[in-house]
């Protein structure tokens, strides 16, 4: 019985940095979003979730298609979150004066109180694990996040 073994691919020194970039940079990310979600969880609320209420507590009522901009979400995936918030009585939808067709996000007092009890406690959480960093490393980081997001979505 043979026991070969395919030879470890080669990669150039470029691709072997984008890689442990990428590796990097994906495992830092869920890194935080599990520290995030530990205390969301606590309020029975998914990530995503805090991410629409969130989003509304700083904006206001938003078009749903706005809502799915500010969040990443497919259509789908907002109207059904949307919908799960409402029935937890934290969001509310609204119709548009303007157009029958498209429907507003707006948080119901019960919403507002929530998010704005939580959020604060949430931003400290941010600033503490981002305090690893320096202010200037934090500046510096954002820049060329920024700058790596763009460039994927303009391709």
């Known amino acids: 019985m043979s026991t070969q073994t395919a030879a470890a691919p ?7 940095r984008a890689l442990k970039l ?27 979730e805090f991410g629409i209420l969130e989003a509304l507590y700083h904006k206001g009522p938003l078009l749903l298609g706005d809502v799915q901009r500010k ?3 497919s259509s789908g995936g907002v109207t059904y979150t ?21 429907r507003y996000a707006a948080l119901t007092p ?5 998010i704005s009890e939580i959020f604060p406690s949430h931003a400290d959480q941010i600033t503490d694990l981002m305090s690893v960093l320096s202010s200037k490393e934090q500046g510096e980081l954002v820049d060329l996040l920024k ?9």
């Open 10 to 16: 080669q990669y150039s020194a470029a691709q072997e």
């Open 22 to 48: 990428f590796v990097v940079l994906t495992r830092a990310s869920n890194a935080l979003h599990r520290k995030l979600n530990e205390r969301i969880d606590l309020h029975d609320l998914t990530l995503t």
């Open 71 to 73: 969040i990443l979400l």
């Open 82 to 102: 949307v919908d799960r918030l409402a029935e937890k009585g934290l969001v509310e939808r609204r119709e548009c004066a303007s157009d029958r067709r498209a």
């Open 110 to 114: 019960k919403g507002e109180a929530l």
């Open 147 to 155: 700058r790596l997001g763009l460039s994927a979505a303009s391709e």
